[in-house]
């Protein structure tokens, strides 16, 4: 069983559009965020939700729509997509930011 | 600013030999430190963490480190596999309130030559 899943693994689309990463945890945490992870490889926050609500924002451009519809999703849409939002995006999960975060797979995102 | 760094962006070790992987932060307040491994097309995946009334944990063949003094942690493999072979983060946070993220560190490239 895959305890945080995200789809799709790979999204290829064209500059101006629209498009949603679905993210989905299966460990009753309470805890869930997304992180962008460029080309070299680094790995930053984006949003941190808490039983469902917003937490964090880290200076993301109100492009990024973060939807967490209940404690287990927390999707993300991206309005506008611009070639610099081409990267890796991670959703993870945890208890509290304080204990380990278990990350999903990834979304390869790239614009054309 | 507050920040989490590596001092060696890669590392190439021999199978068999132990791995050193560093990592430097600046935030004082950080008291809860994570090492994740991430392999090529996956994402990060937990190794070990440490909280900051602790100096030194050990695990399955790891072992990290954590000299608050300096704010210094660091992560050692011992017999080195090609199964390492990976990008490996530090990871920070602290207990502030509402401090719900993990601040990253830029990563190392562990290479293990057979």
């Known amino acids: 069983d895959t305890a945080v899943s995200q789809t799709p693994k790979y999204l290829v689309t064209q500059m101006g559009n629209d498009k949603s990463i679905k993210c989905e945890q299966n460990l009753g945490h309470d805890t869930m965020y997304w992180y962008k992870q460029d080309s070299k490889k680094f790995l930053k926050i984006m949003f941190s939700y808490n039983n469902k609500e917003l937490i964090i924002n880290e200076t993301v451009p109100n492009r990024f729509s973060p939807k967490s519809p209940d404690k287990a999703h927390l999707n993300l849409h991206i309005n506008s997509l611009e070639l610099g939002d081409s990267a890796v995006y991670f959703c993870?999960?945890?208890?509290?930011?304080?204990?380990?975060?278990?990350f999903g797979q990834g979304t390869r995102l790239t614009v054309v | 600013g507050e920040s989490v760094g590596l001092h060696l962006p890669t590392l190439s070790v021999q199978e068999g030999d132990n791995s050193i992987i560093n990592c430097a932060y600046s935030n004082s307040a950080s008291d809860y430190f994570i090492w994740y491994k991430q392999e090529s097309g996956k994402g990060p995946q937990f190794i070990i963490d440490?909280?900051?009334?602790?100096d030194k944990r050990q695990g399955q063949r790891v072992t990290v480190l954590l000299n608050k003094t300096v704010k210094h942690l660091s992560l050692q493999i011992a017999a080195t596999q090609p199964g390492d072979s990976a990008v490996y983060f530090c990871?920070?946070?602290?207990?502030?309130?509402?401090?719900?993220?993990?601040?990253f560190g830029k990563g190392t490239l562990l290479t293990v030559n057979p």
């Open positions: 993870a999960s945890s208890w509290t930011a304080r204990t380990e975060a278990f």
């Open positions: 440490i909280r900051s009334n602790m």
């Open positions: 990871a920070e946070t602290n207990s502030g309130g509402s401090n719900y993220k993990l601040t």
